[in-house]
């Protein structure tokens, strides 16, 4: 059984970092892409940012320069390094995968929340 299991979250303020991780276990495939999305209230979900299993990375225009996405093949983890976080960033932030085989799979999430 794929498990994802996202970490990291928590309350900031305005301006400050969060690291945050998703550890994943049990897939037979290997792991190709891997992302990250957040949710807030009441707003559909976005993506945040995006990684291939070569390392090439995207990021959408709202978090472009303040957020990194980073992996680690050898502990099939994947890490956000969110800085500079604004209000808008509150979210929960939810991790996916897609294998090799091409099933993808999501996590619970992680909740941030960004307030003064």
């Known amino acids: 059984q794929v498990r994802l299991v996202e970490s990291g979250g928590g309350f900031v303020h305005p301006g400050e970092s969060l690291r945050l991780s998703c550890v994943v276990s049990?897939?037979?495939?290997?792991?190709?892409?891997m992302a990250w999305y957040r949710q807030a209230p009441e707003k559909p979900r976005e993506w945040v940012a995006g990684i291939t299993s070569g390392g090439e990375t995207r990021y959408s225009d709202s978090v472009k320069g303040r957020f990194s996405i980073t992996r680690d093949n050898a502990k099939n983890t994947m890490y956000l390094q969110m800085n500079n976080l604004h209000s808008e960033d509150s979210a929960d932030y939810l991790c996916?995968?897609?294998?090799?085989?091409?099933?993808?799979?999501w996590g619970r999430g992680t909740q941030v929340t960004v307030s003064s």
């Open positions: 996916t995968i897609e294998t090799t085989y091409g099933s993808e799979y």
């Open positions: 049990g897939s037979e495939w290997a792991i190709d892409t």
